[in-house]
């Protein structure tokens, strides 16, 4: 066990995976409780959480739809009420939809929206308030190189919304920086997760080329025997 995040508080938000084995929430939240923090592990679905919880027994899990303002205002209390406080919250939902503006209907795209961005948006709407008030806090946000270019196909919505979580980081983070608060983006490339062998939209020619690259990043299939792995191992 490691200690760099000891007694800190995390929010990880999409910590279960679509299915069995690793996914980005999932292998941070075991990541983080293995360096000692106290993890409040979010996610809509139970059965999800359920197997995270198996890997990450320390853990706390919270059921919650982060597209609904109440129901996120909701899961910071609950946080707060739990540990008293909030040091780290990763903002980790996300998913795409195929399509194009011509082909993709109105409904999926507001869907998209909200998910990938407005989710987002929340999590930094009740949270910031509470990182001000204790004096700092850290803000991690998960977009994607599909909010920086052309990823093989058409995702547009995901696309778009990819790349409004990465200004929106930028804008968020340079006003509170005074405040002690710090705001990131991750942007990760394909990763090889259940989700994204299970999209077929993702399996064009250029997806078999970069997993036969050193460029496809693996989530890790059990800890790592150095006492500060990181979560992705190269892909041989």
């Known amino acids: 066990m490691g200690s760099r995040l000891k007694d800190k508080v995390a929010i990880v938000t999409g910590a279960g995976s679509v299915g069995p084995g690793w996914g980005n929430g999932r292998a941070t939240t075991v990541r983080f409780a293995e360096e000692g923090a106290k993890v409040f592990a979010v996610d809509r679905d139970a059965q999800a959480l359920k ?3 198996d890997k990450a027994p320390s853990i706390t899990t919270h059921i919650c739809d982060v597209t609904r303002s109440e129901a996120v205002a909701s899961m910071v209390r609950a946080c707060l009420e739990r540990f008293g406080r909030v040091d780290v919250l990763v903002n980790n939902v996300g998913g795409s939809a ?3 503006p011509v082909e993709m209907s109105e409904a999926v795209w507001d869907a998209q929206v909200d998910f990938n961005l407005k989710s987002v948006f929340l999590g930094c709407k009740h949270v910031l308030p509470v990182m001000e008030r204790q004096g700092g806090g850290a803000i991690v946000n998960i977009a ?3 909010g920086l270019r052309w990823g093989g196909s058409a995702q547009v919505a995901y696309a778009a919304t990819k790349a409004g979580v ?17 705001v990131n983006t991750v942007v990760p490339g394909q ?3 259940r989700a ?10 250029a997806t078999g080329a970069i997993r036969r690259t050193r460029y496809c990043f693996l989530l890790p299939t059990k800890r790592a025997s ?3 792995p990181s979560w992705w191992s190269m892909a041989a």
């Open 191 to 193: 990763l090889h997760t």
């Open 51 to 53: 197997e995270t919880l």
């Open 166 to 182: 990465i200004q929106l980081s930028r804008v968020v983070a340079v006003q509170y920086a005074p405040k002690g608060i710090r």
């Open 98 to 100: 195929a399509g194009g």
């Open 196 to 205: 994204a062998r299970g999209a077929s939209r993702w399996a064009t020619p």
């Open 144 to 146: 994607s190189t599909s």
């Open 226 to 228: 150095s006492p500060a």
